[in-house]
């Protein structure tokens, strides 16, 4: 479990795949993610535990469920480690009404800290799709670095590419 002054980030757990559910029911919610809704509640509990929590079994990281102090969920935030490219990204998804609040951004410091700090990791990644401008102002206010995009540009589904080093972190 990690805390913030606001909030509380704890690993998934099967209880919370009616969240996930609500969360991705939201098409704006989605819109930049490239991930599709879940059908249902099952398909987030089968996430939960093919994904989730054997990301945190396998490599001691992964996608924290995000909570305000009160209990309510407002979305996740957390690292992903990927075995193919041996690289660890940093992802966040918040309900709209939680949104231009500073949340991403105070629950992506905690989680760079614990991957840099904890996990004594050399490099965090992250990718946004060009036009989802929240999400690139948050990397940008973490100090990660503009690095490319990961295709083409004039590709809908160009992805850019930011990261950023132990050594920088917290600028
Ligand atoms: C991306 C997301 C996590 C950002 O969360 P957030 O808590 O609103 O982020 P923050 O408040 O920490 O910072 C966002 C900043 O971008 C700004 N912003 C957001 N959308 C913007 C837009 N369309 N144009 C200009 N600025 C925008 C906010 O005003 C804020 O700026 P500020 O720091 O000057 O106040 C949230 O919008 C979200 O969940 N989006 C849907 C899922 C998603 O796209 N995830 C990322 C996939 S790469």
């Known amino acids: 479990m990690l805390e913030t002054t606001r ?24 819109r ?3 991930d599709q809704k879940f059908q249902s509640t099952l398909e ?9 929590i054997p990301q945190f079994d396998n490599y001691q990281m992964g ?10 969920f407002i979305g996740w935030c957390g690292l992903k480690y990927f075995p193919e490219t041996d690289e660890v990204d940093l992802g966040y998804r918040l309900k709209r009404s939680f949104w231009g609040k500073g949340f991403a951004t105070e629950a992506s410091k905690v989680c760079l800290d614990y991957g840099f700090n904890y996990l004594n990791l050399k490099r965090i990644i992250g990718k946004a799709m060009p036009e ?3 999400s690139i102002k948050v990397m940008q206010k ?6 490319g995009y990961l295709r083409d540009p004039t ?3 160009a992805f850019i590419l ?10």
């Open 44 to 52: 987030a509990q089968k996430i939960i535990n093919e994904n989730l």
């Open 142 to 147: 973490l100090g990660m670095t503009f690095r």
């Open 155 to 157: 590709d809908p589904q």
């Open 63 to 72: 996608r924290f469920m995000i909570f305000l102090k009160d209990g309510t």
């Open 32 to 34: 930049y993610t490239g």
């Open 132 to 134: 989802n401008i929240g």
């Open 7 to 30: 909030l509380i980030l704890k690993p998934a757990t099967i209880e919370d795949a009616e969240n996930l559910f609500k969360l991705n029911s939201d098409p704006e919610v989605m």
């Open 162 to 171: 930011y990261d950023i080093f132990k050594s920088e972190e917290h600028p």
